[in-house]
């Protein structure tokens, strides 16, 4: 099922991930590689189903947003002491 929640469900999540300059400009990935990789799977409805080149794709996009989230995390931890880690 996850490949049906690519070709449209998370199609424009996606395509808005891949455009954003903190994305495009990443030190980790070739962000300009994984756009264009992401516009040709979109490009005609979906009809390009190469799965493999998608599943990159969506690989870069959760290590993305799982990086923003750890930064945000690790911000809010160095200015808020009543987080904890542990019980």
């Known amino acids: 099922p996850w490949f049906d ?3 449209d469900p998370l ?3 996606i395509l808005d991930t891949v455009s954003s ?6 030190h980790i990935w070739r962000g300009d590689k994984i756009k264009l990789l ?11 189903k190469d799965k493999g ?10 290590a993305f947003h799982l990086m923003r989230l750890f930064k945000d995390f690790r911000y809010y931890a160095c200015t808020h002491k009543e ?3 542990t019980q």
């Open 5 to 7: 929640w690519l070709k």
């Open 11 to 13: 199609k424009e999540y």
């Open 83 to 85: 987080i904890r880690l």
């Open 38 to 48: 992401a516009e040709n799977f979109y490009s005609n409805g979906t009809q390009n």
């Open 21 to 26: 300059t903190e994305f495009l400009h990443s």
């Open 53 to 62: 080149r998608i599943a990159r794709v969506w690989r870069c996009v959760q």
